[in-house]
């Protein structure tokens, strides 16, 4: 194997917990936010008033509706958030923006709960235990997958996989680490000429095989969730990953293996699925 500690270095592990339980109970039941939604509090009423005049929200209906103000109200109310910035990305499910939290520049992430029809995200739905018992409570399968990312983003650091590091999750908003250099987003894989294509192809299948050891599968890996960031390779959106006790977990690996080696053989390396899936999995020894 390539040196990988020079560009693109890999973390340290700082050891998995083991393989999780995918019948791990989400809590899906009432916070703060919703009492504060049945009281109605003067303070948050101005604060609701301050951030739809702000004029970066006022398009934004569909994403600011009145669950979100109050989860944003509670987030400020702790202290994670200070105030916000513009949008990062959008998309149909969620919207990203830069904000100022505690004492650094932080990424919001927000579910959609009114808007969202739940069609990218059936296929991770559909076996998966804890979703089951919500039925088709959009909210509260929007609160849970809310709840699930947090969750994969913790296990993911724990295993040594570099990814945005979780600050705080209340109802559909996820505060995390804004991965970005000079207050511009750090670029995908797919938007920068990767110098040493093996060294990069290296940590991301390490990345893979450490995910795989925590009982985690991206399902969702490429170039285009992939980014390159302080001579680092860092995931992104963890929502979607499962544990390898989902019944789909063994074809969504195989689908990021794919999608890997495509993109990596378009960099002119010489890779293969099967092999980056035998190694992942421990089926294989890698080269020294």
Not at 98 to 103: I, L, P, Q, R, V
Request: charged share 35%; proline share 3%.
């Amino acid at each position: 194997m390539s040196n990988t500690e020079g560009e693109f270095g890999l973390l340290d592990p700082e050891g998995a917990e083991g393989v999780g339980d995918e019948w791990e109970e989400i809590d899906v039941s009432d916070t703060e936010a919703d009492r504060v939604a049945r009281k109605r509090d003067r303070e948050f009423n101005q604060f609701r008033k301050r951030i739809k005049d702000a004029d970066q929200f006022k398009v934004e209906a569909s994403v600011f509706d009145e669950a979100t103000l109050l989860a944003l109200y509670q987030l400020v109310h702790h202290g994670h958030l200070q105030a916000f910035g513009g949008p990062i990305s959008t998309g149909k499910e969620a919207n990203v923006y830069e904000a100022m939290g505690a004492d650094e520049q932080v990424a919001v992430k927000i579910y959609r709960i009114n808007a969202s029809d739940f069609k990218d995200m059936r296929e991770y739905l559909i076996g998966d235990p804890r979703f089951e018992e919500l039925g088709g409570d959009k909210k509260r399968v929007v609160l849970a997958w809310t709840r699930k990312e947090y969750a994969n983003l913790e296990r993911a650091r724990k295993a040594g996989v570099r990814v945005p590091k979780p600050i705080a999750v209340e109802r559909n908003v996820l505060v995390m680490e804004y991965i970005a250099t000079d207050g511009e987003r750090a670029k995908r894989l797919n938007e920068v000429e990767i110098e040493n294509p093996e060294t990069a192809y290296n940590v991301v299948r390490e990345y893979m095989r450490r995910l795989d050891e925590a009982g985690l599968v991206h399902g969702d890996l490429s170039e285009y969730n992939i980014v390159f960031h302080d001579g680092q390779l860092v995931f992104l959106d963890m929502g979607q990953a499962v544990t390898v006790h989902h019944p789909n977990s063994e074809a969504f690996l195989r689908r990021d293996c794919e999608n890997v080696v495509n993109f990596f053989a378009r960099q002119g390396l010489e890779t293969d699925a099967d092999d980056l899936y035998a190694f992942v999995t421990g089926e294989s020894v890698p080269e020294e």
